[in-house]
């Protein structure tokens, strides 16, 4: 997440996440081309996910709630390496990510290869006010009620959440 239009340069990829070219992210967003982001839940002990409100100073679906952590891949970094960053900038985490899988992420304002991560935080996170309003820790049902109630990010009703439920379901906690 960003706090305020700054200027990114991303890799602009094909579906098979091939390098085909370079654009800022407002480019990206503007003519809908293909680029890298990176997602990772975060749990605690007892698997209740921690979920965000983003700050109505993001420059993307501001005051959302999403269920993940995460941001753009700038130009020449890895999955791994921007996930780490993004974890410690917005939530003050230092646990290692753990690979699920790739997505392709296809919303209205963005075509994206999407790297997705879980992390088993060793502590509480500490939010960047910058970029959350807030931030907390729910079990599986009540996300299910919030994701009812509240705005939540539109990759996260359309794609992510099924992810959840598959990644809680392997790991026996549904």
């Known amino acids: 997440m960003i706090t305020k239009p700054q200027v990114e340069m991303l890799d602009i990829v094909d579906e098979n996440d091939n390098v085909i070219g370079k654009a800022t992210r407002e480019e990206c967003h503007r003519k ?5 982001t990176v ?9 209740s996910i921690f979920i965000i409100q983003r700050s109505e100073n993001v420059d993307t679906e501001p005051l959302f709630w999403t269920i993940t952590s995460g941001g753009h891949v700038e130009s020449g970094h890895t999955y791994e390496d921007t996930i780490r960053k993004e974890l410690k900038e917005e939530l003050d985490l230092k646990d290692k990510p753990v690979f699920i899988k790739m997505l392709r992420n296809d ?5 994206e290869n999407s790297a997705q991560y879980y992390v088993m935080a060793n502590k509480k996170p500490k939010i960047n006010k910058g970029e959350i309003k807030q931030g907390k820790f729910v079990d599986f049902q009540e996300l ?7 705005k939540f990010s539109q990759s996260d009703v359309k794609y992510i959440h099924g992810m959840l439920v598959d990644l809680l379901k392997q790991k026996k906690i549904i």
């Open 39 to 47: 997602n990772a839940f975060v749990f605690d002990k007892d698997w």
């Open 144 to 150: 299910n009620r919030l994701m009812k109630k509240e």
């Open 107 to 111: 919303v209205d304002h963005e075509l």
């Open 32 to 36: 809908k081309l293909r680029h890298r």
